[in-house]
């Protein structure tokens, strides 16, 4: 057993000095996305038929945030911009418009609470539920990358690892070891094989009407 139980632990994850590889950067989809099949993995030790759904924030919501119209226009418009550094990288001159963790941040703050703040927003399940989400939205940036002949495996950080610790885009280093996950690197998050081997999504029922 672990204590004090095995969702807190996993809840625990997310806090120190690990907000620092798993926010603002390039590690910030791949990491969610192996801290999202950790919880579903823990879930199905108790029931195998066990599947983490996700939370599409937009439906019914006439003010949607996630996707925004720029983001819902790269993934689906094969003639649209198509830069990975403007969805991914937060950092340089990334357009917020397109950048999915800034747009990521407005549910957290209007289902308030736990969810709020950066250390405790896994306590609430929504967390999960929300994250589960914005890696849908990622798989379906990663789909567009395979269409047009782009690597869905390029990770857009830096190469080299610091020790310098505040510096924070040294913490997103491609092969810095995974806060947390210290048998893989930064770079695994990006891996095909998760959406290829462990799990695939339903499509979403709409994105929001943005005429």
């Not at 849908?136 to 990770?155: A, N, S």
């Not at 830096?158 to 092969?175: E, M, Q, R, V, W």
Request: glycine residues 6%.
């Amino acid at each position: 057993t672990i204590a004090p139980n095995k969702y807190d632990t996993l809840a625990l994850i997310h806090t120190g000095l690990t907000l620092c590889s798993v926010h603002k950067g390039s590690n910030f989809l791949g990491w969610h996305r192996v801290y999202l099949l950790l919880l579903e993995t823990a879930l199905r030790q108790k029931d195998k038929s066990v599947v983490l759904p996700y939370w599409n924030s937009n439906i019914g919501k006439p003010n949607s945030t996630l996707p925004s119209p720029e983001i819902v226009d790269t993934i689906e418009n094969d003639n649209s911009v198509f830069l990975v550094k403007d969805v991914i990288d937060w950092f340089g001159n990334a357009d917020r418009k397109k950048n999915i963790e800034f747009q990521h941040n407005l549910p957290h703050d209007w289902v308030g609470g736990m969810m709020d703040l950066l250390p405790s927003a896994p306590k609430d399940p929504a967390f999960f539920l929300h994250h589960a989400y914005v890696d849908y939205i990622w798989g379906k940036f990663r789909q567009k990358q395979q269409r047009l002949g782009e690597d869905p495996e390029y990770y857009p950080g830096l190469g080299d690892i610091s020790l310098n610790k505040y510096n924070l885009t040294l913490f997103h280093a491609s092969h810095r070891q995974m806060d947390c996950f210290r048998w893989m690197n930064n770079i695994d998050g990006y891996s095909k094989n998760y959406t290829q081997y462990l799990y695939a999504y339903e499509d979403s029922p709409t994105y929001p009407n943005y005429a």
